[in-house]
């Protein structure tokens, strides 16, 4: 056969060559959310045009659906879809402040970073709880859900996999339990995601809503999954710490004892962090502390809380000071994009000045960091072109009219738990958080605001799924990256995963109901 293969000019290396090129990849996000462009520009040509009325505020009135002139997308309405998307137009804002405070935030976490602040944080807790390694799940998964809930923590925690493998495998647990510790953690953070730029800021953004609103409710969703999850993890360690060969990888294990078998550090090294380095942190937590209390619309809350409001007119009334420090500062609790975007280039810079970092180094680590989220942020203008498209092309009303009549009827609470099951398949579509918030919450957002539902739980739903979705889908890099590192086939890994991802399922369900009508 081979040399049948060979006569014909072909060769084997050259079929198994076709093979790879012939094996399917899937496209990124970006080739996604352009074809889904094409695709909805193709249906301005087939869906009738029509549009809705709406109040001062820009909020689309009930009832008050009528038709219009067709108005069909062409090829140069596509490829401005993206750059409208970015810089926004009359009919859509643009993704200009999202886009560049997730660029800031990049260089804010790059600069972080370079000061090895968190790896040496969490170094030091692996080993100041030597010998009662057990206790390092519940308080390792708390600190990686708190990660993940604050600011999107993901890529981060694949340097943690070399270092919690060893120690996990070294008292009696497997790979899963370490995988399981920085996976799952990160993970039902960003489910329950509270102030995650990527997810929460880019749905606040797209429905014209701070990302404060609706703050109270994803804590308490982050209150009750994150322990469901520990508690998963810790009975998994404690039956197999008793009967080792209950271990799912108990086939690898000499295997991965070997593996792994690399220098973990000893009591004579030093783990103590500098006292740089504990100053990064505080600035670090301090930063999202602030961020909390400029995004919480207090006087919303209470009309007697206007402590912010007098402290801050008070501040810059004071002579000299006032001027010094700005009179244009707003008061925390009244702060959008802008302002949370100034809060972490400002603080990025207060971290250069108090770890002594040179000039150089900030803005080497500063752009590497934006760089590192480049994507990101185009990928929010991508991702906006399809709502560009769509109202350019005077079908956004068509859609929401088709979704008024049919939610006619149906409860608060059915219409929510269909969103997050809706935004499940949604997320195994499309990956990327902040793309998928881009790209449909200026519809599910107004559907919401039909069946009476607050556009900050439409938010949570879609968090939620994306969140779960990302547990286990073999598009995250994040999924993948873990597993390869530990060695583990990702069909083990949902074995392991089914139970928790129904008990998490059934949780945010219930959840998402009583939230509705409360």
């Known amino acids: 056969i081979d040399l049948q293969i060979s006569f014909l000019g072909i060769g084997v290396r050259d079929l198994q060559e076709v093979k790879k090129k012939h094996r399917f990849h899937m496209p990124s996000a970006f080739t996604i959310l352009f074809i889904i462009i094409v695709i909805i520009a193709i249906l301005t040509w087939i869906i009738p045009a029509g549009t809705y009325s709406t109040d001062k505020a820009g909020n689309i009135i009930s009832g008050t659906y009528r038709s219009v002139a067709s108005k069909p997308q062409g090829i140069w309405d596509v490829f401005m879809a993206p750059v409208i998307g970015m810089v926004g137009d009359k009919k859509t804002e643009g993704a200009i402040s999202v886009s560049l405070f997730i660029l800031v935030i990049g260089g804010f976490l790059g600069v972080v970073n370079k000061t090895d602040a968190l790896n040496e944080g969490i170094s030091s807790i692996v080993h100041r709880y030597k010998g009662r390694e057990k206790l390092l799940i519940p308080i390792l998964m708390i600190l990686f859900a708190i990660g993940g809930s604050t600011y999107g923590m993901g890529e981060e925690t694949i340097a943690f996999y070399p270092l919690l493998i060893p120690v996990m495998m070294g008292v009696g647990f497997d790979s899963l339990v370490a995988v399981a510790i920085a996976l799952v953690g990160t993970q039902v953070g960003c489910l329950a995601s509270t ?120 501040l810059t009334g004071i002579p000299f000071l006032g001027n010094l420090l700005g009179h244009d500062m707003a008061p925390l609790g009244t702060w959008y994009f802008n302002e949370i975007t100034m809060l972490f280039l400002f603080m990025s810079v207060l971290i250069m000045w108090v770890y002594h970092m040179k000039e150089s180094e900030f803005m080497d680590a500063f752009m590497k960091g934006m760089a590192d989220f480049l994507s990101v942020a185009i990928i929010v203008a991508v991702a906006r072109g399809i709502q560009v498209v769509m109202n350019n092309g005077m079908i956004t009303g068509t859609v929401l009219h088709w979704g008024e009549t049919g939610l006619h009827g149906l409860s608060q609470s059915i219409f929510i738990i269909l969103t997050y099951i809706f935004y499940i398949p949604m997320s195994f579509l499309i990956p990327s958080t902040s793309g998928l918030a881009a790209a449909t919450m200026g519809i599910i957002g107004p559907l919401g605001h039909f069946a009476h539902v607050s556009g900050s739980l439409v938010i949570t739903a879609y968090q939620a799924a994306s969140g779960w979705v990302n547990l286990i889908t073999p598009t995250s890099g994040i999924v993948m990256g873990a597993l390869a590192i530990a060695h583990v086939n990702i069909s083990i890994w949902w074995k392991w995963m089914l139970k928790l991802m129904i008990y998490l399922f059934i949780v945010t369900c219930v959840f998402l109901g009583i939230a509705a009508v409360l």
């Open 195 to 314: 102030v995650n730029p990527f997810a929460t800021g880019v749905a606040s953004q797209t429905l014209n809503i701070s990302p404060g609103d609706g703050l109270g409710s994803r804590v308490l969703l982050l209150i009750i999954t994150t322990p469901i999850s520990i508690i998963y993890v810790y009975h998994y360690a404690s039956v197999i710490e008793k009967h080792p060969e209950k271990s799912l990888v108990y086939k690898q294990r000499a295997a991965d004892e070997k593996r792994f078998a690399i220098k973990v550090r000893s009591d004579d090294d030093n783990f103590q962090m500098s006292k740089r380095q504990k100053a990064v942190i505080w600035l670090f937590g301090l930063t999202f502390v602030i961020m909390i209390l400029g995004l919480i619309p207090w006087t919303n809350l209470n009309s007697h809380w206007t402590f912010f409001d007098s402290f801050t007119k008070w």
